[in-house]
């Protein structure tokens, strides 16, 4: 009888030896784990990584918002073929006129080579009136003004800024100039410093000993991107790269920033969270001169002068669409930009200004009908209750055919034409105008102006 308890009682024991250890064993792992993964999160959480989680969350909204406008892009090698007509309707007593009018046009658009030819004519009642075309070639127009002059008119505008947006690669380009600005950021002086323990303050600050490194960095990729030459100059940056140090606080945990500022010569912007968890003020040199409200796709941001809101600007990004919305103590402003269905896009504009009584109302349309778009665009204008309203109805359609312009060995620079010719040219238009009624409706409009 003793001899079993004595086995019973080492089983017992040697099993709860086994358990203990087991318990341990698991313990140590579960510490081992838990202190790797706790160490590999705060080592993990660096100044340069910081930078890579902002580039991701940037370039994927940039490339969710930009979606919306592959609908409206063309590629460069084709042309793009439209034709419309665009009437007028008034019911204003002095320019009532204008309902005998129309402008019928047709043109032909090259992104490739910046070519084009545009037909106008403007009837009256149904009959031709007045006509004239328009072609460019290399930035230089040329005018031709049927029944006014028998020579072409070259017009040679300065052009200070000739970079193209090409909407199928914008996305591209922007977050190709995201990722370049950021990776320089990184050549700055950078640290982390720890603020309690769920933030962290990284600093990123641009000197006089690492200033060329930072400029150099981003200039590399600049100049191994075309796309990025054609849509803006190097010195469009210049302003980023200046001395100066950027603070950003955030929680460590969920990434959320609680606090952005810029520190240059005599100067400090600091972006704060307020207590509404969903809004920032805007300090400028201690000073609160706005704020910044994020809420899900929807960004607003206030300016605020003397405690009053001057004047406010909100974009939304929706799933089928964006939005564009600015209003000050005069002015409205709302922009839409809507898929209505996968063969149709809406574009809405309005804009009110109260003090001149002023209100401006675009509603347009382009539908996918077999090879081409059909475009429509009605614009209301009233002006002191007194309404105008311009209707477009059109079609677009892309080919790849060359654009064949005409000769323009016979033509005279505006800036040679001599004082006959421009009597020559205002005389046979004030033959035209006594023939018609459209001089007494002009006249009616300069006495509205």
Known sequence: MENENQNEFEFVEKNTKKTVIIIISIILVILLVGGLGFYLFFLKQTPDNYLDYIKEELTTYVSKT??????????????INQDGVFTIKTDSEDLKLLNNYKVEFNSKYQI??????????????????????LYSEAQTFYIKLTDLYDKFIKVEPKVENNKKINLK????????????????????????????????????????????????????????????QELVEIEDFKSLFEIAK????????????????????????????DLD??????????????????????ITIEYINKEKIDYSLTFKNLTDGIEFDFNDEKNLLELSIRDISDTEDRLSLKYKNEEDKVDLDIDGSIKEVADKKE????????????????????????????IELPDFTNSVDVKDLQEKDYNSILEKLAGKLLTSNLLSSIMGLDSKI
């Open 375 to 402: 475009c429509s665009i009605l614009t209301t204008i009233n002006v002191s209750e007194e309404k105008i309203q311009v209707d477009y109805k059109g079609a677009l359609k892309l080919t790849t055919e060359e």
């Open 66 to 79: 930009c979606d919306k406008l592959e609908d409206l892009s063309v590629e460069d090698n084709k042309v």
């Open 277 to 298: 968890l969903d809004k920032y003020n805007i300090i400028e040199n201690g000073e609160k001169i706005g704020t910044l409200k994020i809420i899900d796709n929807e």
């Open 169 to 228: 690669k914008i996305d591209k380009n922007i977050n190709t100039l995201i990722e370049a600005y950021l990776d320089a950021l990184k050549e700055a002086k950078t640290s982390g410093k720890n603020v309690g323990f769920t933030k962290i303050k990284y600093t990123y600050e641009i000197t006089s000993s690492n200033q060329e490194k930072v400029i150099n960095k981003f200039k590399e990729v600049y100049d191994n991107n075309k796309d990025l």
């Open 112 to 133: 490739s080579t910046n070519k084009m030819i545009t037909n106008l004519k403007l009837l009256e009642k149904d009959k031709k009136f007045l006509e004239s075309s």
């Open 246 to 273: 950027i603070e950003i606080t955030i929680n460590r945990f969920n990434k959320q920033i609680y606090s952005l500022a810029e520190i240059g010569e005599g100067y400090k912007l600091k972006i704060e969270k």
